[in-house]
């Protein structure tokens, strides 16, 4: 029961005449100007009126007043009534039918108050009776708070986005002090006296729950929302953490000290110090204080996204075409930095060899990134795990499966650098993609993973289905090529069965001797380039083997070089014999496609280097030139994309023809190149060496009968 100690008593006279003005002006306030369709209205009206009076008992009467206590006990009823029509603003009055005998027990308690207090009248001659109802009292009271904290939870808990809006103020009004009163209740009955403290601020506390209880029931509130930061969140649910532990270590002792002699006295000193220990060894802990935080950012608080809208904004990006024309790859990280606001991304795709190259970049033409961005290393991890590295936590040297070795120097060394978010397709790394630091810089959360693994999921399939699709429209346009290199070889045929036939006669019928000879230098010779040019048209799809023996690549470089004479100045570094296993016909046909592409590339005058290396297995003959180079963007998408040409009616595969020879050699075509200063193409071949100590014969086919036919009809 609630009474003004002696204690403080300044502090008790200002608390409650706070409480009597507050309520008395909400009363006001709320019949002139609150919301007349409110159905907690008159609830609230009452409520009002009783805290009204109950601070002004308070205030006058003497602090064991039978009138105060009658006042507080028609305060309680009148609260619970607000409560009660609470739940009819959401219209669920009718519905939670379980909820009305919650609150028809909680009336019967607090009714049992008033039975408590005749008692206590009649039996003022009894100090044993007056301390028993007075237990009893505090013990009703705490049920009495407990309830309708239950209720209050279940109300906000249970009820619609646009009703809780409308309960949220009320609800943090009423919550506040039957917390209070719960915390108060909770003390006096374990220290067997009231804390004046506590006592004197109960009006303060009141006063608050009626400001609260006001500003409700305005209309225009119920669209603001109060929220504390979560530094003041986490920091309060400490305090919480640490009083209930304080309280559970009071209810123990009191409760062994029960035991009485130094039995009791020795389990009060065990469990304080098992108490203690546990303390020291939780609080302390880093990953048990990460875990609480958590879970207590997983349910006390609305989530960061708002979900609905950054899907809508997510697939609004990827099917968007700006009007810079921006490629989906580009699109794609920008869609998955759009939900982190980061202001730049990029692309990075693995290769035939599981290495992570750079495939496009929004908004971060700044960063450099090698030609190989990581090792194949890094991706079988991220494939493995799942899992999205923050890049600030490698550097404080965190790791989590050993990628910390693996993690790319560039990247740790990029300070703009903020996260790695592997793409995932059917357990499948199909990319990666690396965002950059956000202007408020913070750090990655449990929601930034879960929403940023889910986003990584659905453009890794996204990616995946534009391959296949690009992969059937190759294969289409591969089928219509050889159809047209079919008609193109009929054609040729026919032509050169011409001029075949056209010699022949020549060399009967021509009567001009000089003529005759002349005619049949011509003739040969065009036919002679005819059937070259069909033998090299069959060999477009046929899948026909390559005639590969031993041969010289400084013999080779030569020949090229001899090509271009008079044309655009080609040079060659000549070193020792490198000799390797390859076609001839072939692999000059791609070094001059390479030659052709690098003189395109470079200025007039400026000369094309030929050079000539080996080591233990391969040989090498390297194209460099000082052109206008090519971005890591085109290398990895448009360099050897057949039917991708930037020539006026160029077929587009002369890259992709060279480097598909060269490996059908048994070799590799690789390529380097800078913005600015050059490129440098580097075909490497298998030495004769190399073969043998494979204890496998250096493959040698023979071309087929049909070409051997045609070259012998040539000659």
């Known amino acids: 029961m609630a009474e003004i100690t002696s204690l403080g008593p300044v502090l008790a006279w200002i608390c409650y005449l706070a409480g009597a003005i507050a309520s008395a002006g909400a009363l006001v306030w709320i019949a002139q100007f609150g919301d007349p369709n409110r159905p907690d209205r008159k609830a609230v009206l009452a409520a009002l009126a009783t805290c009204v009076v ?84 505090g013990f009703f009271s705490m049920m009495v708070a407990i309830g309708a904290l239950v209720l209050l939870h279940n109300l906000y808990a249970g009820a619609a986005s646009a009703s809780r809006r409308i309960i949220l103020w009320s609800g943090v009004g009423l919550g506040a002090f039957f ?10 009955y374990l220290g067997q006296e009231n804390p004046p403290i506590l006592v004197s601020l109960h009006g303060l506390v009141a006063a608050v729950m009626a400001v609260m209880i006001a500003f409700a029931a305005n209309a225009s509130s119920a669209g603001l929302e109060f929220k504390p930061s979560r530094a003041v969140t986490f920091q309060t649910l400490s305090l919480l953490v640490i009083g209930s532990y304080l309280i559970v270590m009071v209810i123990v002792t009191r409760s062994l000290a029960l035991l009485g002699g130094d039995v009791g006295r020795a389990s009060q000193i065990a469990f304080l110090v098992f108490a203690i220990a546990v303390a020291a060894i939780w609080l302390p802990s880093h990953r048990i204080r990460r875990s609480v935080r958590v879970m207590a950012a997983k ?23 700006s009007n810079n024309r921006s490629s989906f790859q580009e699109r794609a990280v920008k869609a998955l930095a759009d939900i982190t ?77 903020w996260a790695l978010v592997p793409l995932i397709h059917f357990d499948r790394l199909v990319g990666v993609i690396v965002l950059a630091r956000p202007p408020i810089e913070r750090r990655l959360d449990w929601e930034d993973f879960d929403l940023l693994r889910v986003g990584g999921q659905q453009l890794a399939s996204y990616l995946a289905e534009q391959a296949g699709q690009q992969a059937l429209m190759d294969a289409s346009r591969f089928d219509e090529f050889n159809r047209r290199m079919a008609f193109v070889m009929h054609d040729i045929k026919n032509i050169a069965s011409q001029l075949s036939l056209l ?41 026909q083997a390559q005639e590969v023996r031993e041969l010289d690549l400084n013999d080779l470089a030569v020949k090229v070089r001899d090509r271009f004479k008079g044309v655009h100045p080609v040079s060659f570094s000549r070193t020792e014999p490198v000799r390797v296993l390859g076609d001839a016909e072939a692999l000059e046909q791609a070094l001059i496609h390479l030659v052709q592409n690098a003189v395109d590339a470079s200025e007039s005058g400026a000369e094309v280097i030929l050079t000539t290396s080996r080591d233990a297995f391969t040989g090498s003959i390297d194209v460099i030139d000082t052109g206008s180079g090519m971005t890591p963007e085109f290398v990895r998408t448009g360099l050897f994309k057949p039917f991708v040409s930037s020539k006026q009616g160029g077929f587009g595969i002369g890259a992709f023809e060279a480097r598909e020879m060269i490996k059908g050699m048994g070799g590799r075509l690789t390529v380097e190149s800078r913005e600015g200063l050059g490129t440098r193409f580097s075909a490497s071949l298998p030495v004769p060496e190399a073969a043998r100590l494979r204890g496998a014969n250096a493959p040698a086919h023979t071309i087929s009968d049909e070409q051997t036919q045609s070259k012998e009809e040539a000659a």
């Not at 799942?386 to 060394?413: C, K, T, V």
Request: charged content about 20%; proline content about 5%.
């Open 54 to 137: 109950w601070c002004s008992l308070s205030l006058a009467a003497e602090p064991a007043s039978v009138a105060v206590a009658i006042a507080e006990t028609a305060r309680n009823l009148a609260l619970l009534a607000v409560i009660f029509q609470l739940f009819a603003a959401d219209g669920r009055d009718e519905s939670l039918k379980p909820t009305r005998p919650v609150i028809v027990i909680l009336v019967m308690v607090q009714l049992l108050q008033l039975l408590l207090i005749v008692v206590e009248v009649q039996a003022s001659a009894f100090p044993e009776v007056i301390q028993l109802t007075t237990e009893i009292s």
């Open 503 to 543: 010699s022949r006669n020549a060399q009967k019928h021509a009567d001009n001797p000089d003529f005759r000879a002349d005619m049949l230098v011509t003739l040969r010779n065009s036919s002679d380039k005819l059937n070259i040019l069909l033998d090299r048209l069959g060999r477009y799809g046929s899948g």
């Open 341 to 417: 606001e980061s202001p730049a991304g990029l692309l990075l795709m693995p290769n035939e060899e599981a290495q992570l190259e750079l495939n496009a970049r929004w908004s971060w033409p700044t960063l450099d990134v090698p030609a190989l961005a990581s090792d194949h290393v890094l991706p079988s991890l991220l494939e493995q795990h799942n899992h999205i590295l923050a890049l600030d936590e490698a550097r404080a040297g965190i790791e989590y499966f050993g990628e910390l070795a693996h993690i790319p120097q560039w990247l740790i060394e990029a300070e703009d650098a």
């Open 179 to 188: 917390a209070y009163d719960l915390n108060l209740h909770t003390l006096a």
């Open 299 to 321: 349910h006390l608080f609305q989530h960061r996204y708002d979900y609905r809208e950054e899907w809508l904004r997510f697939t609004r990006t990827i099917g968007h075409v």
